[in-house]
């Protein structure tokens, strides 16, 4: 039953870079080598995984140290292949010149991918200072960034703080819920064992967006209350089995 207690990291890519890569306005970039670097950038990214397009952003990199894109893309591939210390390298460049763009990306990279929270949650708090009002949403709009905050301290075994993070959006007011913020907040609070207040969430979460994970915590609270819980867990795996699932395009 790993499938649906591996909750957090069903966030998978949450605000990864995609394999979309946007044309920047050159015109806008000051410099003439940076705008060279701009166009280097521009040409590659219609060659995206390519020999060609990896010389390119190689070369952008040379005309333009500050022109932050380059960097980025040249940290794509060594994430999705695991070298964590060249992708260290150049994500670092890449936040050096433009913080405000990159801290997140670098934020759940750290999390996601090499399980670092101390250094996830040092990001956030550098990022906070951006944002100072309201962090805003993840790129894929899915979740508040109070959220996503809460998850390494969670995984710190910070519980009582990653539940208050996720409480205080949902409890503000013209707050626009996330997908699966009450899931999130039940299974905090069944990791607490404040089972009234997980159940609460997860009830809640079945009227929004019910799938097979929120189902399956519920069979385990009304195991744990000594209930029968067998018919849940059911439909549990069927509701998993049709797809029914936390996804993230």
Known sequence: MEKFQRYYLSFLLLIVYTNTIAQVNCNAVEGENCKKACEQYNWASDRQDSRESREAFDKAVGLCHDFSSSYMEKVVPYLKNEDFLTWKILIDKAVAVDPKMYL??????????????????????????????????????????????????????????????????????????????????????????????????????????????????????????????????????????????????
């Open 104 to 249: 997140g990306y670098r934020d759940w990279s750290k999390f996601q991918f090499l399980w670092d929270y101390k250094e996830a949650i040092r990001d956030l708090k550098e990022l906070k200072k951006y944002y100072s009002d309201d962090l805003g949403r993840s790129l894929n709009g899915d979740y508040h960034w109070d959220v996503v905050r809460a998850m390494p301290y969670s995984a710190l075994g910070q519980k009582e703080k990653a539940a208050g993070f996720i409480e205080n959006p949902l409890t503000s007011k013209g707050y626009f819920k996330g997908t699966d913020d009450h899931y999130q907040l039940g299974v905090t609070y069944f990791e607490l064992g404040r089972y009234d207040k997980a159940l609460e969430n997860f009830e809640k979460q079945s009227k929004e967006n019910n799938f097979a994970g929120n189902i399956y915590f519920k069979s385990k609270v009304s195991k744990i209350r000594n209930k029968d819980y067998l018919d849940l867990k059911k439909l549990a795996l069927m509701t998993y089995d049709e797809g029914k699932t936390m996804k993230d395009v």
